[in-house]
């Protein structure tokens, strides 16, 4: 596993954002699954599904711990 950080946006216009960590599950038809864990229940997860356009130095690999920008729904 690499000690390399990447970093990918999930927001749109002005709506207030929060950056969470995650692990790269797999990478499959131009999209990056990122798995993060549930905002609300700290032992479950969910699947982000970031588009590789949004990694701006080169596509993580398998494995790899990255954060992402999601909308803060609090």
């Known amino acids: ?12 216009g002005g ?7 995650g692990w790269v599950d ?10 993060i864990k ?3 229940d ?3 997860t969910v699947e982000i599904y970031v588009p590789v ?4 130095k080169r596509t993580p690999k398998e494995g790899e711990y990255i954060s992402v920008e999601i909308e803060d729904n609090s």
């Open 38 to 40: 549930h905002p609300d």
């Open 15 to 21: 709506k207030k954002k929060k950056r969470v960590k």
């Open 42 to 44: 700290p032992d479950a």
């Open 53 to 56: 356009e949004k990694f701006k």
């Open 1 to 12: 596993m690499s000690g390399h950080k990447h970093e990918a946006s999930l927001h749109g």
């Open 26 to 35: 797999r990478v499959t038809g131009g999209i990056v699954v990122v798995v």
